[in-house]
């Protein structure tokens, strides 16, 4: 009996075919209940990339809609501080009762020179009741604090932007580190159906052996150990990619959970490829590095705002009013009331705020400084990481490669053992030995898949390159 695999892709089933000999039909039952099995597992609706995974998980995750939210405040922020530039209106109105009114005394002796030229004499000024009406217009002209408000509200979008950008770039880290998860597990189910397939033709060999007492039933039972343990592993295989597939629904933000029956694609996942050409370090492309820079720019333009606040400001002012005086309580009495206007220029120069102008640019300077030196920090740990994801990828891709090697020696020495046991040339112990060795090393192979698909993305997302996933 000869068993391929005859599958031409590595996300979609198994197509097993079989050359039988020996085999009995009732045995072969065991083949099509693992052929049903993984086609009812893998035989999906439709097909999801990488770059709808995470443009999905953008979309629809609530965390990523509320930082959205906070930038368009942001924005709403700056427009409102552009409105300090229109024309400010206002209107006042006051009616008054004056119980006591006013005394001024009057140098009379000035004005009547019967009068000595000291006297004076105490006189009341005013009504019992006035009214006032007043329309007043400020138009800014120069203002620096106004212009300084707008650079630090531009400024504070784009932090919160790259904040934003930052929420952003975990997720497609962790959206891609789940759709690796399923297309390395999609590997392991069709290992552990070759696994299962291969330990069950052995089994079928020793026990035919059992069966004319040429075996004791200590080694039948290796060989039965050994294809129990391929046929669970294929079970948790499946059972791992159903979780997998719901883990990554989650991540996108899909209400469907329930229906993990999609495909994933491969063809993005070339870590070889990557690393061979040698990608450039993009500081820029890192958002939480951009965020450091915003900050520190922040600072500076902060320095601006706080000597902008000791600058003189000028407007255009103009008044347009109305005011009454009587002495009774008439709001309307005729030839009581007495217009007034004006224009002119207002011209405000600030000179004592109560606050320490050169403690607080002092402070601003030292954040400034601090953002700076944080930000060189992070870089240089950023170039480190990318370095050391680099030589673990190299190394791990060497492990890999090693193994893949010795899988396909152990392969065939089993073969070559399988015909010896038949010809009664070879032990059953040393052949079930030997399966146990080949699911050993699989399992090591597997592990170091794993090993390299985060190593490979700890690599993209240290040298700022992540986006090469979903561009």
Known sequence: MQLSNTSKSNTSGLNWHFN???????????FVIIAALLSSVTRAQNNITLSQAINSAWANRKNIQAGKLDIAIRKLQTTALLKKYWPQLSFEYNYLFN???????????????????????????????????DLILMQPLIDQTVKAQLKESALQEKITGASQAQTEYELAYTVAKSYLDICLQERQI????????????????????????RLLKSELNKAKVNHNNTLQKLKDAISQLVEDKVYLLFLMGRPDIEKADFMVDTAFYKPGRDLRKALLFQKDSIPELKQLELQGKL???????????????????????????????????????????YIGIDLKLPILFGEDKQSKIQQLHQQEIQFSQQREDKSAQYAKD???????????????????????????TIEIMRERVSEGQETASALNTQEAELQSTEAQKAAAEQQLSLYWLDYLKAMGQLGILWK
């Open 20 to 30: 039988f000999q020996n085999i009995m039909p009732n045995k072969v039952i065991f």
């Open 99 to 133: 119980p006591i009114l006013q005394t001024s005394i009057l140098p009379i002796g000035i004005f009547n020179p019967s009068f000595p030229i000291d006297a004076t004499k105490a006189i009341q000024f005013g009504t019992k009741w006035s009214q006032s009406a």
């Open 190 to 213: 069709q290992v552990a159906a070759a696994d299962t397939a291969r330990t069950w033709i052995s089994y079928l060999l020793l026990k035919e052996k059992f069966n004319t007492q």
């Open 299 to 341: 600072s500076v333009l902060q320095v601006q705002s706080e000597k902008a606040k000791y600058i003189p400001s000028l407007n255009l002012k103009g008044h347009l009013g109305a005011n009454q005086y009587s002495n009774n309580f008439n709001p309307v009495e005729p030839n009581s009331w007495f217009g007034s206007s």
């Open 386 to 412: 990318a370095f050391t994801a680099n030589l673990k990828c190299e190394r791990v891709l060497e492990q890999i490669q090693t193994f893949q090697d010795n899988i396909e020696l152990q392969k065939e």
